[in-house]
């Protein structure tokens, strides 16, 4: 349990700055994506949602998606000492504060004020968990296109800690996306926690930096003092507030789960998509793709191997480039369509061939120095992902490559992402990792088996 009070001094912003935060990969979401999405922000005090997601609201409502409020408390606990006030007045202060910033932030966009007692949310899950769904069903999104937007569940605030759970627990029920935003944790946390390296960033354009200076600037309640009066000081530091004048903001980020799909439907799911189309993804005339291409290639650290397997070859674009790199290469897919492909485009080269073949379940025989697992593991449900890594750790050398890229964004119709297929590579292995490259769109992570040379 986290101990901490407004008034400690706290991990100064130029830690934060020099840490790795400021270079965390962006949320892997563009302005399309966006748009195509409604936003529920749930905030336990007035104030919160601007702290932690007032540049957020901004953008996405810039981007042209749905932005509801949930507001469970008034906050009217925030000045328990006040000599000048009562609970029932500053109550009517911050809601009045609440409804202006998040005006600014959103116009037009319903709140609701669900009127429970500040301090005491984890009384009140049940409530707050219907109020959360009904405001879900009343939006009429399609339960893939909802985010909820919630207080970091681990913040060290007790209210903060409750409704990031319930978030989570509604999220993960309905199939939602989750963002949480975190608000104490950077007072009380040091750098060198890790809790913060698994988040992801949001960058704000100055017009958003501004919308979110705003939207604190209206709860003076608690960026300026009641009055001169002992138990009216200030709430939020000019300290604390400067972990909230950041270009970007950062928040815990889950997909939504879009579907059920699992390696048993891949083969007809792509012969369908490679019947429409020679090359359904553009990979020889995709700047994107080659730049990928290239990047993959780069980032082996061998420059021969002696046989290498890749999962997912599709048309063989990829597979082409790696028989530079090895003197046998196998490289299968789940569709046959796509299989025949690649296999046209490999007929040429000696020691390589390309087979139908739907992972985990199958697994082609031998030992391989390399595996290349690129844009595939999240077509597999997670029980699968998992056999897939064991087929990889029986079937890879001591000391062999591993190599796994993947796309960053949702995955339509399936259950994982780019970051849950890597999430559970690591957890899975417990291999060293050579080296880690994340950009928006994608992540690419190489692993070394254990019990090479050293």
């Not at 935060?21 to 999405?37: C, I, K, T």
């Not at 429970?116 to 009140?124: E, K, V």
């Not at 960033?201 to 960026?223: F, Y």
């Not at 080659?290 to 999962?311: D, I």
């Given at each position: ?44 005090h ?5 702290l ?12 042209g ?26 109550a009517?202060?911050r809601?009045?504060?609440f ?24 009384a ?131 997909p ?22 020679d090359?359904?993804w ?35 674009t ?12 196998t ?14 485009r ?69 259950q ?7 999430t ?8 060293p ?21 050293a």
């Amino acid at each position: 349990m986290v101990t901490f009070s407004h008034t400690d001094t706290g991990t100064p912003e130029s830690a934060w700055a020099a840490s790795g935060v400021p270079s965390l990969p962006e949320l892997p979401l563009d302005a399309n994506e966006l748009a195509s999405m409604t936003f529920v922000v749930l905030a336990a005090h007035p104030d919160d949602e601007s702290l932690g997601a007032g540049g957020l609201v901004a953008k996405v409502q810039s981007a042209g998606a749905t932005v509801h409020f949930l507001l469970c408390t008034a906050g009217e606990a925030s000045h328990p000492e006040s000599r000048t006030t009562t609970p029932e007045r500053l109550a009517a202060v911050r809601l009045s504060e609440f409804h202006t910033a998040v005006s600014g932030l959103a116009p037009g966009a319903a709140w609701r004020f669900l009127e429970l007692p500040d301090g005491r949310l984890a009384a009140s899950r049940e409530r707050i968990a219907k109020a959360l769904q009904e405001t879900i069903t009343e939006s009429g999104a399609p339960a893939g296109n909802v985010v909820i937007v919630a207080p970091y569940r681990s913040d060290g605030h007790t209210d903060h800690d409750a409704l990031g759970s319930i978030a989570a627990q509604v999220a993960a029920a309905g199939g939602h996306g989750l963002l949480e935003y975190p608000v104490w944790y950077w007072l009380w946390a040091p750098p060198e926690d890790s809790t913060w390296c698994s988040w992801v960033r949001v960058p704000l354009t100055e017009d958003e930096q501004a919308a979110k200076a705003k939207a604190m600037r209206a709860h003076v309640s608690q960026t300026h003092p009641l009055s001169p009066e002992p138990g009216d000081g200030t709430l939020l530091s000019a300290t604390f507030l400067e972990h909230f004048s950041r270009p970007w903001e950062t928040f815990a980020w889950r997909p939504p789960v879009t579907g059920t799909n699992a390696a048993a439907d891949a083969e007809r799911i792509f012969d369908e998509v490679h019947a429409r189309a020679d090359d359904p993804w553009n990979y020889t005339t995709s700047w994107y793709e080659r730049r990928k291409r290239t990047l993959t290639l780069a980032a082996l650290p061998r420059e021969e191997y002696v046989r290498g397997l890749e999962v997912g070859c599709s048309i063989g674009t990829l597979s082409v480039e790696l028989t530079g790199r090895c003197r046998e290469l196998t490289a299968v897919d789940a569709s046959s369509t796509a299989a025949t492909r690649a296999r046209n485009r490999l007929a040429a080269v000696d020691g390589a061939e390309a087979r139908q073949m739907t992972v985990p379940a199958e697994w082609p025989e031998g030992a391989f120095d390399l595996v290349v697992v690129s844009e595939v593991g999240y077509y597999l449900a997670p029980d699968e992902l998992g056999r897939l890594f064991h087929r990889i750790s029986e079937s890879l050398d001591p000391g062999g490559t591993l190599l796994l890229c993947h796309w960053r964004h949702p995955i339509v119709g399936w259950q994982l992402d780019g970051e849950a297929v890597h999430t559970m590579a690591r957890g899975h292995l417990g291999w060293p990792v050579h080296g880690t490259y994340h950009e928006k769109d994608f992540i690419l992570e190489v692993f070394t088996a254990p019990g090479g040379p050293a």
